[in-house]
């Protein structure tokens, strides 16, 4: 049987398949039946920048009012301590999960600004959450802030987060740079172990009857592996970070063409969601009955067997295929 064991951010994982953030990874249940399933790893729902600033205005606000009135009459409010924040809720989901899974668990974060991000990183660290994933989601629609100016942020965010924890980062990017190979090697100088590529951009929808936008939270296909599958097998040869892929994982063969093109490790949540976290054994069967076809007896022999400077035709991955494609392509 073939040998999956890999490593990722520094810890040691029995395969290269992680379980992403989803509703599965929200809950204890869901997280059991993850790692029942064979899952290496999972990665904890986001906290959002903008819960950590709407949970602190209305303390501010709070206490605010509370300074302004009788000390006989404050004795009619509620202690603040009452209160169950998100924020809250995301750090007792750390420690329950690391309570109750020999997996590691990797805690998540979800902005675009340093401010604040620092202690709050520190605390999933306290926590118990094994490594941190800082999630870059930012839609560039302010025509008054430049790509640089975007892109400086978000480099200053991974430099300061990487500075205030002793547990590995990784950063999970859109494909929306202008170049992506030098953002990418601007992550890893400011101290990220890892890449996840790609975040996925999600967009409203038009209903044309009632003129209204809707939220659509379409799942992947196995298609939609095609750009990260190119800039993985790309950055491979660049990099020395580890690159984790998502999107588009539903077979096992999706899994293999990940690995190589040089993946690290090979996360999932569509297919889970579709079929339940027992996809996951599908998978790594899958995996090791193929590498075991192919004569292949660990995971390093086969990642990065397909990275761009080992393919026959590197210029697949370059200008000259889309001129090649344009001129062989077949439009019926």
């Given at each position: 049987?073939?040998?999956?064991?890999?490593?990722?951010?520094?810890l040691?994982?029995?395969?290269?398949?992680?379980?992403?953030?989803?509703?599965?990874?929200?809950?204890?249940?869901?997280?059991?039946?993850?790692?029942?399933?064979g899952?290496?790893?999972?990665?904890?729902?986001?906290?959002?920048?903008?819960?950590?600033?709407?949970?602190?205005?209305?303390m501010?606000?709070?206490?605010?009012?509370?300074?302004?009135?009788?000390?006989?009459?404050?004795?009619?409010?509620?202690?603040?301590?009452?209160?169950?924040?998100?924020?809250?809720?995301?750090?007792e989901?750390?420690?329950?999960?690391?309570?109750?899974?020999?997996?590691?668990?990797?805690?998540?974060?979800?902005?675009?600004?340093?401010?604040?991000?620092?202690?709050?990183?520190?605390?999933?660290?306290?926590?118990?959450?094994?490594?941190?994933?800082?999630n870059?989601?930012q839609?560039?629609?302010?025509?008054?802030?430049?790509?640089?100016?975007?892109?400086?942020?978000?480099?200053?965010?991974?430099?300061?987060?990487?500075?205030?924890?002793?547990?590995?980062?990784?950063v999970?990017?859109?494909?929306?740079y202008?170049?992506?190979?030098?953002?990418?090697a601007?992550?890893?100088?400011?101290?990220?172990?890892?890449?996840v590529?790609?975040?996925?951009?999600?967009?409203?929808?038009?209903?044309?009857?009632?003129?209204?936008?809707?939220?659509?939270?379409?799942?992947?296909?196995?298609?939609?592996?095609?750009?990260?599958?190119?800039?993985?097998?790309?950055?491979?040869?660049?990099?020395?970070?580890?690159?984790?892929?998502?999107?588009?994982?539903?077979?096992?063969?999706?899994?293999?063409?990940?690995?190589?093109?040089?993946?690290?490790?090979?996360?999932?949540?569509?297919?889970?969601?579709?079929?339940?976290?027992?996809?996951?054994?599908?998978?790594?069967?899958?995996?090791?009955?193929?590498?075991?076809?192919?004569?292949?007896?660990?995971?390093?022999?086969?990642?990065?067997?397909?990275?761009?400077?080992?393919?026959?035709?590197?210029?697949?991955?370059?200008?000259?295929?889309?001129?090649?494609?344009?001129d062989?392509?077949?439009?019926?």
């Amino acid at each position: 049987m073939a040998d999956l064991r890999t490593t990722y951010l520094d810890l040691p994982l029995s395969s290269p398949l992680v379980a992403s953030a989803s509703p599965l990874t929200g809950n204890l249940d869901g997280l059991r039946r993850l790692e029942d399933a064979g899952a290496s790893a999972v990665v904890l729902p986001s906290v959002f920048e903008e819960q950590l600033h709407r949970e602190r205005d209305f303390m501010e606000h709070y206490l605010e009012v509370r300074s302004n009135i009788l000390p006989e009459a404050q004795s009619f409010f509620p202690n603040p301590g009452l209160y169950e924040h998100k924020t809250d809720t995301s750090l007792e989901h750390i420690r329950e999960a690391k309570r109750e899974l020999d997996i590691p668990v990797i805690a998540s974060l979800n902005g675009t600004t340093p401010e604040g991000w620092t202690d709050f990183a520190k605390e999933m660290e306290r926590a118990g959450a094994d490594a941190l994933e800082l999630n870059l989601y930012q839609v560039a629609a302010d025509p008054t802030v430049s790509g640089a100016d975007i892109e400086a942020r978000q480099i200053e965010t991974v430099r300061e987060v990487v500075a205030a924890v002793n547990i590995p980062v990784a950063v999970k990017i859109g494909p929306y740079y202008s170049s992506m190979a030098h953002m990418a090697a601007r992550f890893e100088e400011a101290g990220a172990k890892a890449l996840v590529l790609f975040n996925r951009f999600y967009q409203p929808d038009f209903d044309i009857e009632t003129r209204t936008a809707s939220r659509k939270l379409g799942l992947s296909a196995s298609r939609d592996l095609l750009l990260p599958l190119s800039w993985i097998a790309i950055l491979r040869e660049q990099r020395s970070c580890n690159l984790a892929a998502t999107t588009g994982v539903h077979t096992p063969e999706d899994v293999v063409k990940y690995l190589m093109a040089g993946a690290d490790v090979v996360m999932t949540t569509s297919a889970l969601l579709r079929h339940g976290p027992e996809m996951l054994d599908t998978f790594r069967n899958g995996l090791a009955t193929w590498m075991d076809t192919h004569d292949y007896a660990h995971i390093d022999d086969l990642r990065g067997c397909m990275r761009r400077d080992y393919v026959d035709t590197p210029e697949l991955f370059e200008r000259a295929n889309y001129i090649h494609l344009l001129d062989t392509a077949d439009w019926k």
